[in-house]
């Protein structure tokens, strides 16, 4: 194995399977964050539940705006 592989293998097992469930609750978190507006680094090493929590968080701050720009 050289070192140029290293960082490949490192890099699939980041992105392993994660269950549906998982990734449900990683956007719901985002998306607790997001409209509170409350930004965090996502709390996930897992690039797939980064992802999601990130895009939680997207949706929560878009709804939050919507709300604010309701009022």
């Known amino acids: 194995m050289t070192k140029k592989e ?11 399977e994660c ?3 998982d990734l449900t ?6 998306y607790q964050a997001g409209i509170r507006t409350i930004f965090n680094l996502p709390p ?5 539940l980064a992802a999601a929590w990130l895009a ?3 949706d929560g701050l878009h ?3 919507l ?3 309701a009022a």
């Open 19 to 21: 269950s549906l469930d």
């Open 44 to 48: 996930y090493q897992h690039k797939r």
């Open 6 to 16: 290293a960082p490949d293998q490192s890099d699939t097992s980041e992105m392993g």
């Open 63 to 65: 709804q939050y705006e």
């Open 56 to 58: 939680g968080f997207d």
């Open 67 to 69: 709300s604010i720009s």
């Open 25 to 30: 609750n990683a956007y719901q978190q985002g």
